[in-house]
C-alpha cells in the first residue's frame, strides 16, 4: 500500500483513547504515549487463538530484538483480539514491545475500524511524528524480507524487490543456497557439503514440512527417481528446504531422506520460500547447471507420472512430450484390475470386514467415492449418494460405489462406512494415496466414474450427479450431453424474469455452471436459478415457481467445522 496520511494528527491523537494516554507494558508498567521515541511504529493487531498470529508473532520478535539492538527507532504497539484478559496476558507476556490495556476495548475497537483490520495477524507501520501509514502489508514484508525491509516504506521494498529482481537475473546455485556465514549444505549424518561440489549438477529445491501428508506421500517417490537418475549417472542432486518450527521436526523429516539439506533454523529457509514464490506444498524447484531456474516446480510431473517421471529428466519440453505420449498409452491400457489391483492384494471390503474380489466389478460402472467422516460438506452430500445410489441399484445391477477414506482413525471410518450400502478400500491401504494421485483429488467429497472397460470416463461426477441425479448413469460425455439438451428444452417454458415475494427486484432466469445457495429454502442448487445480481440473490426454479423442477436436484445441510489443517470452502475441503 502506499503511504497515505492517517486522519487526525500523530501518534498521540491515534492512540490515546478517552483520558487515557499511555500504554502498557507485560510487566504492568505504563509507558506515556507521548515519550514513546520510535521513529517507525508498528501497530500488531493479533490474538493468542489465532494460529497464524502464533506463527507470525516469535517472526516479529526476532526482528524487533535484532532492530532495536542495532539501535533503530522502531516500536511495536500490540492490539489484542484477544475475549479475556487471561489469554491476552499469556500471550502478551512473551512480547517485548508495548500494548493497548486490555481494559480498553473502546480504544482496540476504534483502532481496529480505524484500520480496517479484516483479519489478523495484521502489522501496520507509520511515521510516528506524523501518523502517516508507511504501509498497511507489515505482515507480508516481515515475512518475506525480515529487517532489510526497514524502515518498511514502500521506497525500501521497491528497493528489495530490485535487488531480488537482479539476483534472479545473475542467479547461481550459491546465490540461491550460500550465506555470507555459511558455504555449505549438510547430509542427514552432519556432513558439510561445500556448495562447490553442487557446480554444474541440475539441483532440485525441494521444500519440506514434516507430518504434511502431500509432503510425506510425495517424498518416498522422490526418493526412488532420485535414486534411479544417480544409478544412470544423471548429476543430479536434491537440496532440502525445510519449513519446520523445531529442530526435532526437521530431524524426523530429514534422516529418511538420501539427499542433502540447508541447516535447520537457516534464515535462507525463509528467505527462499519468498525467492520462489511458495504457494503450494509438495514444491520441487529444479535449478539447471548453469544455476539459473529451469522449472518453479516439477512436483506436479512427479505426482502425475510417479516413478516413471525419471524418464522425463531433465523435464525440458521433448522429455515432457514423451512422458505425456507414455501416459497417453497408459490411460488407453486402464483397467479396474489395473487401478485397484496391487501386488496380491486383489479385493476390496463389503461390510464386517467381508474380502470381495475385483475381478467380481470388472464390466460395472465404478464410482471411486473420496470422502470422510471429519468432513462436513462429505456428511452432508452422504444421504444423497445413497439415495441416488439405491436408484440406479434398482434400474443397473452393473454399478458398484467404492468408498476411498481420508479418516484418520479405524473407529471414524468404520462409524462413516456403515452408514453406506457399497463397498470400500481399507482404512490402511496404500492404493489410497495412489488413486488420489492419479485423479489429482484436491477436495472431497469427490467423485470418479470408470467405464465398464475400466476406463475413465467423468473425473468429476460428483457435478453430474448432483445436477442430474440417478439419472447421469452412467456418467459418461454422451448420457451427461443428452441430460443437458433436455433441461435447456424445459428451461424455454419457463419465464425469463419474474418477480417473488421474497425479493424486491426483479429476478432473472440463468444457467449456473457450479452448484448455488438458494435464499429461499437455503439449500443446495445445480443447473438454473432464478438471480438478482445487484444482490447476489437466488432462488431454485422450484422456490420461484412453486414446483418441483425435474434435472434440478438439491442438497444441503449445516455442517461442523474442519478439524486443524483443512478449510471447508463451499461443498469442498481443501488442506490448508
Same mark, same amino acid.
Given at each position: 500500500?502506499?503511504?497515505?496520511?492517517?486522519?487526525?494528527?500523530?501518534?498521540?491523537?491515534?492512540?490515546?483513547?478517552?483520558?487515557?494516554?499511555?500504554?502498557?507494558?507485560?510487566?504492568?508498567?505504563?509507558?506515556?504515549?507521548?515519550?514513546? &521515541?520510535?521513529?517507525?511504529?508498528?501497530?500488531?493487531?493479533?490474538?493468542?487463538?489465532?494460529?497464524?498470529?502464533?506463527?507470525?508473532?516469535?517472526?516479529?520478535?526476532?526482528?524487533?530484538?535484532?532492530?532495536?539492538?542495532?539501535?533503530?527507532?522502531?516500536?511495536?504497539?500490540?492490539?489484542?483480539?484477544?475475549?479475556?484478559?487471561?489469554?491476552?496476558?499469556?500471550?502478551?507476556?512473551?512480547?517485548?514491545?508495548?500494548?493497548?490495556?486490555?481494559?480498553?476495548?473502546?480504544?482496540?475497537?476504534?483502532?481496529?475500524?480505524?484500520?480496517?483490520?479484516?483479519?489478523?495477524? $495484521?502489522? =501496520?507501520?507509520?511515521?510516528?511524528?506524523?501518523?502517516?501509514?508507511? @504501509?498497511?502489508?507489515?505482515?507480508?514484508?516481515?515475512?518475506?524480507?525480515?529487517?532489510?525491509?526497514?524502515?518498511?516504506?514502500?521506497?525500501?521494498?521497491?528497493?528489495?524487490?530490485?535487488?531480488?529482481?537482479?539476483?534472479?537475473?545473475?542467479?547461481?546455485? $550459491?546465490?540461491?543456497?550460500? @550465506?555470507? !556465514?555459511?558455504?555449505?549444505?549438510?547430509?542427514?549424518?552432519?556432513?558439510?557439503?561445500?556448495?562447490? %561440489?553442487?557446480?554444474?549438477? +541440475?539441483?532440485?529445491?525441494? /521444500?519440506?514440512?514434516?507430518?504434511?501428508?502431500?509432503?510425506?506421500?510425495?517424498?518416498?517417490?522422490?526418493?526412488?527417481?532420485?535414486?534411479? *537418475?544417480?544409478?544412470?549417472? &544423471?548429476?543430479?542432486?536434491?537440496?532440502?528446504?525445510?519449513?519446520?518450527?523445531?529442530? &526435532?521436526? /526437521? !530431524?524426523?523429516?530429514?534422516?529418511?531422506?538420501?539427499?542433502?539439506?540447508?541447516?535447520?533454523?537457516?534464515?535462507?529457509?525463509?528467505?527462499?520460500?519468498? +525467492? /520462489?514464490?511458495?504457494?503450494? *506444498?509438495?514444491?520441487?524447484?529444479?535449478?539447471?547447471?548453469?544455476?539459473?531456474?529451469?522449472?518453479? !516446480?516439477?512436483?506436479?510431473?512427479?505426482?502425475?507420472?510417479?516413478?516413471?517421471?525419471?524418464?522425463?529428466?531433465?523435464?525440458?519440453?521433448?522429455?515432457?512430450?514423451?512422458?505425456?505420449?507414455?501416459?497417453?498409452?497408459?490411460?488407453?491400457?486402464?483397467?479396474?484390475?489395473?487401478? *485397484?489391483?496391487?501386488?496380491? =492384494? %486383489?479385493?476390496?471390503?463389503?461390510?464386517?470386514?467381508?474380502?470381495?474380489?475385483?475381478?467380481?466389478?470388472?464390466?460395472?460402472?465404478?464410482?471411486?467415492?473420496?470422502?470422510?467422516?471429519?468432513?462436513?460438506?462429505?456428511?452432508?452430500?452422504?444421504?444423497?449418494?445413497?439415495?441416488?445410489?439405491?436408484?440406479?441399484?434398482?434400474?443397473?445391477?452393473?454399478?458398484?460405489?467404492?468408498?476411498?477414506?481420508?479418516?484418520?482413525?479405524?473407529?471414524?471410518?468404520?462409524?462413516?462406512?456403515?452408514?453406506?450400502?457399497?463397498?470400500?478400500?481399507?482404512?490402511? %491401504?496404500?492404493?489410497?494415496?495412489?488413486?488420489?494421485?492419479? /485423479?489429482?483429488?484436491?477436495?472431497?467429497?469427490?467423485?470418479?466414474?470408470?467405464?465398464?472397460?475400466?476406463? @475413465?470416463?467423468?473425473?468429476?461426477?460428483?457435478?453430474?450427479?448432483? =445436477? $442430474?441425479?440417478?439419472? #447421469?448413469?452412467?456418467?459418461?460425455?454422451?448420457?451427461?450431453?443428452?441430460?443437458?439438451?433436455?433441461?435447456?428444452?424445459?428451461?424455454?417454458?419457463?419465464?425469463?424474469?419474474?418477480?417473488?415475494?421474497? $425479493?424486491?427486484?426483479?429476478?432473472?432466469?440463468?444457467?449456473?455452471?457450479?452448484? +448455488?445457495?438458494?435464499?429461499?429454502?437455503?439449500?443446495?442448487?445445480?443447473?438454473?436459478?432464478?438471480?438478482?445480481?445487484?444482490?447476489?440473490?437466488?432462488?431454485?426454479?422450484?422456490?420461484?415457481?412453486?414446483? &418441483?423442477?425435474?434435472?434440478?436436484?438439491?442438497?444441503?445441510?449445516?455442517?461442523?467445522?474442519?478439524? #486443524?489443517?483443512?478449510?471447508?470452502?463451499?461443498?469442498?475441503?481443501?488442506?490448508?
Amino acid at each position: 500500500m502506499a503511504a497515505s496520511p492517517t486522519p487526525g494528527g500523530g501518534l498521540g491523537a491515534i492512540l490515546a483513547a478517552g483520558d487515557r494516554d499511555y500504554l502498557v507494558r507485560n510487566s504492568g508498567e505504563q509507558v506515556k504515549i507521548s515519550s514513546i &521515541e520510535g521513529d517507525t511504529v508498528a501497530i500488531y493487531f493479533s490474538a493468542s487463538w489465532c494460529p497464524p498470529c502464533q506463527r507470525f508473532t516469535p517472526k516479529l520478535i526476532e526482528a524487533y530484538k535484532e532492530l532495536t539492538s542495532n539501535g533503530k527507532s522502531f516500536e511495536v504497539i500490540f492490539v489484542s483480539g484477544d475475549q479475556d484478559e487471561e489469554a491476552f496476558n499469556a500471550y502478551f507476556a512473551k512480547m517485548p514491545w508495548l500494548a493497548v490495556p486490555f481494559s480498553d476495548s473502546e480504544g482496540r475497537k476504534s483502532l481496529d475500524e480505524r484500520f480496517e483490520v479484516n483479519g489478523i495477524p $495484521h502489522l =501496520v507501520f507509520l511515521d510516528a511524528k506524523t501518523g502517516e501509514v508507511l @504501509t498497511d502489508e507489515g505482515v507480508e514484508f516481515v515475512s518475506e524480507y525480515g529487517i532489510e525491509a526497514y524502515p518498511f516504506t514502500t521506497e525500501r521494498i521497491n528497493e528489495l524487490k530490485e535487488q531480488e529482481k537482479a539476483a534472479k537475473d545473475n542467479q547461481t546455485i $550459491h546465490s540461491v543456497l550460500a @550465506t555470507p !556465514n555459511r558455504n555449505y549444505v549438510i547430509s542427514n549424518t552432519g556432513e558439510k557439503v561445500p556448495i562447490v %561440489d553442487l557446480e554444474g549438477k +541440475y539441483v532440485g529445491i525441494c /521444500f519440506v514440512v514434516n507430518g504434511y501428508p502431500p509432503v510425506e506421500e510425495f517424498t518416498p517417490v522422490l526418493a526412488k527417481i532420485y535414486a534411479k *537418475l544417480k544409478e544412470v549417472g &544423471e548429476k543430479f542432486e536434491v537440496v532440502a528446504v525445510s519449513l519446520d518450527s523445531d529442530e &526435532e521436526s /526437521f !530431524n524426523n523429516s530429514f534422516s529418511s531422506m538420501p539427499w542433502l539439506a540447508i541447516p535447520h533454523g537457516d534464515k535462507m529457509c525463509q528467505k527462499l520460500v519468498s +525467492y /520462489f514464490e511458495l504457494s503450494d *506444498l509438495p514444491t520441487l524447484v529444479l535449478i539447471g547447471p548453469d544455476g539459473k531456474t529451469l522449472s518453479s !516446480n516439477i512436483a506436479d510431473i512427479i505426482n502425475e507420472h510417479g516413478l516413471d517421471a525419471w524418464e522425463g529428466f531433465p523435464f525440458n519440453a521433448e522429455k515432457l512430450e514423451i512422458l505425456a505420449e507414455k501416459a497417453k498409452a497408459k490411460a488407453a491400457s486402464q483397467t479396474l484390475e489395473s487401478l *485397484l489391483v496391487t501386488g496380491d =492384494v %486383489d479385493f476390496v471390503i463389503g461390510k464386517n470386514g467381508a474380502k470381495v474380489p475385483v475381478a467380481e466389478l470388472v464390466g460395472k460402472t465404478v464410482l471411486l467415492y473420496f470422502s470422510a467422516k471429519w468432513c462436513g460438506p462429505c456428511r452432508a452430500f452422504l444421504p444423497t449418494l445413497v439415495d441416488v445410489y439405491n436408484k440406479i441399484k434398482e434400474k443397473n445391477s452393473d454399478f458398484e460405489i467404492i468408498f476411498v477414506s481420508s479418516d484418520r482413525d479405524q473407529s471414524s471410518f468404520d462409524d462413516f462406512f456403515s452408514g453406506m450400502p457399497w463397498l470400500a478400500i481399507p482404512l490402511e %491401504d496404500e492404493r489410497k494415496a495412489y488413486l488420489k494421485k492419479k /485423479f489429482k483429488i484436491r477436495g472431497i467429497p469427490s467423485l470418479v466414474a470408470i467405464g465398464p472397460d475400466g476406463k @475413465t470416463v467423468n473425473t468429476d461426477a460428483k457435478t453430474s450427479l448432483a =445436477v $442430474h441425479g440417478a439419472d #447421469a448413469f452412467p456418467f459418461t460425455d454422451e448420457r451427461i450431453q443428452e441430460l443437458e439438451k433436455k433441461i435447456e428444452e424445459m428451461a424455454k417454458g419457463w419465464p425469463e424474469k419474474l418477480k417473488h415475494e421474497l $425479493h424486491e427486484h426483479e429476478l432473472v432466469l440463468i444457467r449456473r455452471p457450479r452448484p +448455488y445457495g438458494c435464499d429461499g429454502c437455503e439449500e443446495m442448487g445445480t443447473s438454473w436459478s432464478y438471480n438478482c445480481a445487484e444482490c447476489d440473490f437466488d432462488l431454485h426454479t422450484k422456490c420461484a415457481l412453486g414446483e &418441483e423442477k425435474k434435472g434440478e436436484e438439491v442438497n444441503g445441510q449445516e455442517h461442523a467445522a474442519a478439524p #486443524a489443517g483443512y478449510v471447508c470452502e463451499g461443498d469442498v475441503c481443501r488442506k490448508a
